[in-house]
């Protein structure tokens, strides 16, 4: 299975994954403009011609959620950031159509919420036989490995590596990703069940700590020992090595 965003939501890719020996289900956001057709009839005995490729046209999801005749069911669905929310869900199969490219059968969702807060939103599905509320959960998913990606890049440098070689860069970004999940595992280790230190600013209040903090944890758990692993627990003076002194000078005149 693949979650993804509407990036993602191209009938060549779509119709692709679907036909593999193995179907990959797809799940990804769809235009609420998005042209919509029933299955195409049985073709009738005797008749000649071509057999259609799809039936008659089906009302967009902008149609659709205006509405009064579109049937809704209000769901709780784990959302963004923990916690549960209602919603509100319409529910639907169809052959999505383009002329010039492959058709698809999708189950497709409406979302929208009861109290106004967020615009109405559609998603598809290339497995007709998942239920909406499943649907809405694994997209929802999906954003966890979004914040992933974004504070790998920020601080770790995924995707601005300098290697000349497409084998090296294959190579580091794994390991990037690895070092990612070894500086969360080791945090969440020396933390032993204490809420982690979240850094805030006056101008940026922060509700819950991120990468950033979590990495300037270990580095100060690390760095001490580092220092001058001999010092006694409470010294009035912490000797650093020359080659270190020399390295955080370096370091530090760089800074910008």
Not at 106 to 122: S, Y
Request: glycine share 4%.
């Amino acid at each position: 299975m693949v979650v993804a965003d509407s990036s993602y939501a191209v009938l060549e890719l779509l119709a692709t994954c679907a036909q593999l020996a193995n179907p990959v289900t797809m799940i990804t956001r769809l235009r609420l403009d998005a042209a919509l057709y029933d299955p195409a009839p049985a073709k009738a005995a005797g008749a000649r011609g071509r057999p259609r490729k799809k039936g008659a046209r089906q009302p967009t999801l902008a149609e659709r959620l205006p509405d009064p005749a579109t049937v809704w069911q209000t769901c709780a669905v784990a959302w963004y950031a923990g916690g549960t929310r209602a919603v509100e869900l319409a529910s639907g199969t169809a052959v999505w159509y383009h002329p010039g490219l492959p058709m698809v059968p999708i189950r497709w969702v409406l979302i929208r919420d009861p109290l106004g807060k967020f615009e109405a939103q559609a998603l598809l599905c290339t497995d007709l036989t998942v239920a909406p509320a499943q649907i809405v959960a694994w997209f929802i998913l999906r954003w966890q490995m979004e914040v992933t990606f974004a504070e790998a890049r920020r601080h770790l440098g995924v995707e601005t590596q300098r290697q000349w070689s497409d084998l090296a860069i294959l190579r580091t970004t794994p390991a990037l990703f690895g070092l990612f999940s070894l500086v969360t595992l080791w945090v969440h280790g020396l933390l032993k069940n204490q809420a982690l230190p979240t850094r805030r600013a006056a101008w940026y209040q922060k509700t819950t700590p991120s990468f950033a903090d979590a990495l300037a944890f270990l580095r100060l758990e690390l760095w001490p020992a580092r220092v001058s692993w001999r010092s006694p627990s409470q010294p009035d003076m912490v000797e650093i090595p020359r080659g270190l002194f020399n390295s955080l000078i370096d370091t530090l005149a760089f800074v910008t």
